[in-house]
């Protein structure tokens, strides 16, 4: 669990619950976490305030910083793919690929980083469905879609806080202020029935046998 004071979590010693938490004094570069990434590989991605993102090595029990010289605000979200590639999304930088093979970070969208001067776009959220295509909703560009291309998606909701695409080919789950929608084929949002007027800030799904 991210919190102000650094990540809080839940352990058993000898079958009884214990709180540990993981601050500064461990290694951690900053207090305020943002957003928590597990990995399959026995690790934890940390989104910060102020420091940008660290790894968590779960077995060593190490902090490391990938970049050291962060220089791009607040980390919002974050999501990895494969062993090769994490997708940062910050609040007011738009949204970052760093390479996990070289180290080399840059703009997910570098036409308009490049026309902006003062480039500054929110990114609300990032997901990743099943086929490997990435899902960002911005303050600035809506909805986009890449399969390595972004592909702008027209939309209305200046209040996007979630996103959830489970395969190609099924409707996009969008969670906003005003309820949930889903973009349907003919890349129209439709209002999910009896969720009009919630306030949705995520949205996931739950395989039921």
Not at 174 to 201: C, H, K, M, Y
């Given at each position: 669990m991210g919190t102000d004071g650094g990540i809080t979590r839940c352990v058993f010693n000898n079958g009884d619950k214990e709180l540990e938490t993981l601050d500064a004094e461990d290694g951690l570069p900053d207090d305020i976490v943002r957003v928590l990434l597990p990995t399959a590989y026995g690790g934890l991605w940390i989104g910060t305030y102020d420091r940008g993102i660290s790894y968590y090595d779960l077995g060593e029990k190490t902090f490391s910083s990938p970049v050291p010289d962060w220089d791009l605000g607040v980390v919002s979200d974050l999501t990895q793919q494969g062993t090769q590639e994490l997708f940062i999304g910050t609040e007011d930088k738009g949204g970052w690929s760093l390479s996990l093979e070289n180290g080399n970070l840059q703009p997910m969208d570098q036409e308009a980083f490049d026309n902006l001067r003062n480039y500054s776009s929110k990114v609300y959220a990032l997901h990743q469905d099943r086929n490997g295509n990435l899902w960002m909703a911005t303050s600035q560009e809506g909805i986009r879609h890449t399969d390595r291309r972004f592909l702008y998606l027209q939309d209305d909701k200046h209040s996007i806080q979630a996103l959830l695409a489970s395969?190609?080919?099924?409707?996009?789950?969008?969670?906003?202020?005003?309820?949930?929608?889903?973009?349907?084929?003919?890349?129209q949002f439709r209002p999910w029935p009896g969720a009009e007027g919630l306030n949705i800030v995520t949205v996931s799904y739950t395989h039921l046998t």
């Amino acid at each position: 669990m991210g919190t102000d004071g650094g990540i809080t979590r839940c352990v058993f010693n000898n079958g009884d619950k214990e709180l540990e938490t993981l601050d500064a004094e461990d290694g951690l570069p900053d207090d305020i976490v943002r957003v928590l990434l597990p990995t399959a590989y026995g690790g934890l991605w940390i989104g910060t305030y102020d420091r940008g993102i660290s790894y968590y090595d779960l077995g060593e029990k190490t902090f490391s910083s990938p970049v050291p010289d962060w220089d791009l605000g607040v980390v919002s979200d974050l999501t990895q793919q494969g062993t090769q590639e994490l997708f940062i999304g910050t609040e007011d930088k738009g949204g970052w690929s760093l390479s996990l093979e070289n180290g080399n970070l840059q703009p997910m969208d570098q036409e308009a980083f490049d026309n902006l001067r003062n480039y500054s776009s929110k990114v609300y959220a990032l997901h990743q469905d099943r086929n490997g295509n990435l899902w960002m909703a911005t303050s600035q560009e809506g909805i986009r879609h890449t399969d390595r291309r972004f592909l702008y998606l027209q939309d209305d909701k200046h209040s996007i806080q979630a996103l959830l695409a489970s395969d190609s080919g099924k409707p996009l789950w969008v969670g906003t202020d005003a309820g949930l929608f889903q973009l349907d084929n003919s890349g129209q949002f439709r209002p999910w029935p009896g969720a009009e007027g919630l306030n949705i800030v995520t949205v996931s799904y739950t395989h039921l046998t």
